[in-house]
């Protein structure tokens, strides 16, 4: 459906530490202001969700920067019902799928409404004290958030990675174990990635694990270099409920959230990994598909070259 007016609302998220997005703006930012309302273009450095939440009423947010500054921008407004427009200045520009010239080119079609949305769902990620280590507890349960040492969201994985001195680490894994079975599966090895469809193309993928097309409702479970031939990468429903929990680990264990979000890990804590309540909207160039952009950026399926 087209937006709203021939003037969309727009909110500019600009990544200013790279100098070709502050050299692009100069001439990007006055051909946007013939074209649109730009409603607000804050300073993503110290934008915190709270104060995303704050922003005016848009009807696209225009992210120019990299893949990495798409998934911080997303975890801002992962509230606010705004589709996000990449528009790549980093390396490989997965998710920020617009050049400049290819947004410019496109903007007619995006403002009739000729484009398509494709939701990414988020994860919500709890680390729980070590004072729920008997138990594997519903995430609705009071006493969970009662335990709840950090709570974050990500768009595209969860990894628990052994860190210093890089000993192998065992972590219990149960899917959904408030449904019955309370037996956990033990992991020995140097961590485990659980990722979204989004993020299946980024490490997930580069340790062996599926790519899953971002359109399905799934989960997946990569272990990193585990210490059994038997344990293969897995898909879940997104509805499932992932535990993990550590049951052997080294001083320098942590969570990693999206590449970006760290936090150190103990002994006997537990993560609870969910389906996020809201998925977030980015907008695909309309000249590309996820299967051309897997083929452009990562060669998939590409025939080996000769000579």
């Known amino acids: 459906m087209p937006l709203p007016t021939t003037r969309p609302r727009v909110i500019i998220l600009a990544n200013r530490d790279k100098p070709a997005?502050?050299?692009?703006?100069?001439?990007?930012?006055?051909?946007?202001?013939?074209?649109?309302?730009?409603?607000?273009?804050?300073d993503i450095k110290s934008l915190s969700n709270d104060a995303a939440d704050d922003l005016p009423d848009a009807d696209l947010a225009i992210v120019l920067g990299g893949d990495g500054t798409l998934l911080a921008q997303a975890r801002h407004l992962r509230d606010r019902d705004v589709p996000l427009l990449g528009v790549n200045f980093g390396k490989l520009g997965f998710l920020a799928e617009f050049s400049v010239d290819e947004l410019q080119a496109s903007w007619d079609t995006i403002v009739a409404g000729r484009f398509t949305t494709t939701p990414r769902l988020m994860i919500e990620i709890s680390v729980a004290d070590a004072a729920l280590a008997d138990s594997w507890p519903d995430p609705n349960d009071p006493e969970v958030a009662e335990h709840t040492r950090r709570r974050w969201v990500g768009m595209n994985d969860a990894v628990i990675t052994a860190g210093e001195p890089f000993r192998m680490i065992d972590i219990d894994l149960a899917i959904d174990p408030h449904n019955g079975d309370t037996t956990p599966t033990v992991i020995s090895s140097d961590g485990i990635i659980v990722s979204t469809p989004s993020g299946s193309t980024a490490y997930n993928a580069a340790a062996g694990?599926?790519?899953?097309?971002?359109?399905?409702?799934?989960?997946?479970?990569?272990?990193?270099?585990?210490?059994?031939?038997?344990f293969r990468p897995i898909v879940v429903g997104a509805g499932a409920?992932?535990?993990l929990r550590l049951r052997q680990a080294n001083p320098g264990t942590a969570l990693v959230v999206d590449g970006q979000k760290s936090l150190t890990l103990a002994e006997g804590e537990q993560l609870i990994i969910r389906r996020y309540a809201r998925d977030v909207r980015l907008i695909q160039n309309p000249r590309l598909s996820f299967w051309k952009v897997l083929a452009r950026k990562l060669r998939w399926a590409a025939r080996p070259r000769s000579g």
């Open 21 to 42: 997005v502050v050299e692009a703006l100069t001439d990007l930012r006055p051909w946007l202001d013939a074209r649109c309302d730009v409603v607000a273009e804050p």
């Open 209 to 230: 694990g599926p790519i899953i097309a971002p359109d399905l409702d799934a989960l997946v479970l990569t272990a990193l270099s585990p210490h059994s031939l038997a």
């Open 241 to 243: 409920t992932i535990h």
